[in-house]
């Protein structure tokens, strides 16, 4: 065990921004670890154009952030951004010191968002798509934005999904990541389940896990965004996660 700083870094989900890990950030740095919030380009206040953005934009992106800062890192990926933290531990593994998964996609080699939705028999998601007319979006139907993301979550953060919710570049989730042992392989990996899932089915999560060989396992009884349902419980967790040498 250890009690030194951790450098974490937070990737957020799909239809998601920064906002949602603003309290775990707080309670972390509470704890004494430092605490860097990617907002990916196309969400939150960012505007670039949704049809320009694909997932080594996002992947590539998340790496440069961590080149910046110069030092490693734990890199924490929530939903979507399962893929994307692999893609950055491929990327630069000598500056990630682990990744934590957080109801949140691991793919193997040559997968795809899109590819590991197709076998979820759990998430409502699917059925609640809008797809825009020129294929560049994906939205969703506003009556099922809260139960699909936070519906164990109060009132008021539910209206605050709500508030920040805007729709998601829809190219990335089929765009299909390449990984090696070599690189992404020789990254530890803890994953943190959400058993009331409807976003990415539990069993789903479970399937992922065992493919992945991943060992260091924590659960939450929350639905997908336990940062906002439950950040103090998910900060214990992170906070016992930095502590693991």
């Known amino acids: 065990m250890r009690s030194e700083k951790t450098n974490f870094v937070f990737v957020h989900g799909a239809w998601s921004a920064p906002y949602a890990w603003e309290t775990v950030k707080s309670k972390l740095q509470e704890?004494?670890?430092?605490?860097?919030?990617?907002?990916?380009?196309?969400?939150?206040?960012?505007?670039?154009?949704?049809k320009t953005l694909h997932m080594e934009t996002y992947i590539s992106f998340v790496s440069a952030a961590i080149n910046a800062m110069g030092e490693k890192v734990v890199l924490a990926g929530h939903s979507m951004a399962g893929i994307i933290i692999s893609g950055v531990a491929e990327q630069i593994p000598d500056l990630i010191e682990k990744l934590v998964y957080i109801a949140a996609y691991v793919p193997d080699s040559g997968q795809s968002a899109y590819a590991l939705s197709l076998l979820d028999k759990q998430s409502i998601l699917g059925a609640s798509l809008i797809v825009s007319e020129d294929q560049s979006e994906f939205d969703i139907k506003q009556e099922d934005i809260t139960n699909i993301f936070c519906q164990d979550g109060p009132k008021a953060v539910k209206q605050l999904i709500l508030d920040n919710y805007k729709a998601e570049p829809a190219a990335p989730f089929s765009h299909p990541v390449t990984l090696s042992d070599k690189n992404f392989g020789s990254v530890a990996k803890y994953y943190i389940e959400t058993l009331l899932d409807h976003g990415i089915g539990h069993n789903l999560q479970k399937e992922m896990i065992a493919a992945a060989g991943i060992t260091n396992i924590y659960e939450l009884n929350t639905g997908h965004t336990p940062s906002l349902s439950a950040p103090e419980e998910l900060s214990n967790i992170l906070i016992k996660i930095a502590q693991v040498w």
């Open 31 to 50: 704890a004494g670890h430092s605490v860097n919030l990617i907002q990916l380009p196309g969400h939150g206040d960012d505007q670039t154009d949704h």
